[in-house]
Nanobody
Framework: QVQLVESGGGLVQPGGSLRLSCAASGSIFSLNDMGWYRQAPGNQRELVANINSGGFTKYADSVKGRFTISRDNAKNTVYLQMNSLKPEDTAVYYC???????????????WGQGTQVTVSS
């Protein structure tokens, strides 16, 4: 089995910063794409950013220039640095990862449990 555990969410004022972390553990042979999604009440889950094993990144237009995704392959961890936060960034943030499991074939998609980010004065 594979587990993804997020941390770093919380309450922050507009203009503030937060750093989210997502650590993968379990029967991992390799990690392929890793990403962050978010879901606000009444909205569909949307892509925030993702990063492939080579470090290539992609961002939603709404966060470009404010958020930075990175990964530490030695720690099986992906990060999301969020700066200049706005009230509209308020959502539950989920990480995901495409994993090749030890002894397995192909890639399986795993999700974390989510962490709440609230931007409010």
């Amino acid at each position: 089995q594979v587990q993804l555990v997020e941390s770093g969410g919380g309450l922050v004022q507009p203009g503030g910063s937060l750093r989210l972390s997502c650590a993968a553990s379990g029967s991992i042979f390799s990690l392929n794409d890793m990403g962050w999604y978010r879901q606000a009440p009444g909205n569909q889950r949307e892509l925030v950013a993702n990063i492939n094993s080579g470090g290539f990144t992609k961002y939603a237009d709404s966060v470009k220039g404010r958020f930075t995704i990175s990964r530490d392959n030695a720690k099986n961890t992906v990060y999301l640095q969020m700066n200049s936060l706005k009230p509209e960034d308020t959502a539950v943030y989920y990480c995901n990862a495409r994993v090749r499991r030890t002894g397995g074939s192909g890639l399986d998609l795993y999700w974390g449990q989510g962490t709440q980010v609230t931007v409010s004065s």
